[in-house]
């Protein structure tokens, strides 16, 4: 079995948004619950890297990579030391960029809840 998996976001939406099941169906809360914490989950426990590939989205709503990403230190359990350990993020195209930086953006300014 391989240390890295790949995970998608195209394969969830082509444009996710929204930060919770108000918000739609493709929502960053859902997201992180059934497809990135688990998959960073995995990585951990088999001391491997995800990455995460951006590539094939069209856009991404802020509030999405908000709850998504910031989600895994505020809730998911995940430090910033070991999200930049276990995860690494594939842009595909240099439009996508920007979506890379907002992601890491929202990990660092993210806060734990007590």
């Known amino acids: 079995m391989s240390d890295n998996e790949i995970l998608k976001v ?3 939406s082509r444009y996710p948004a929204g930060r919770d099941a ?18 960073l989950e995995r990585a951990s426990e088999r001391h491997g890297t995800l990455l995460v590939s951006l590539e094939g989205v069209l856009s991404f709503g802020s509030s999405f990579l908000e709850e998504a990403f910031g989600g895994l230190v505020r809730e998911g359990g ?8 276990l995860m690494k993020v594939y842009i595909g195209k240099e439009s996508l960029r920007k979506y890379e930086a907002s992601i890491w953006k929202h990990i660092e300014s993210a806060v734990k809840k007590q």
């Open 10 to 12: 195209a394969d969830f």
């Open 78 to 85: 995940f430090s910033k030391e070991e999200l930049h350990r």
């Open 22 to 39: 108000g918000d739609g169906d493709f929502n960053g809360l859902r997201y992180r619950h059934e497809f990135l914490q688990p998959a």
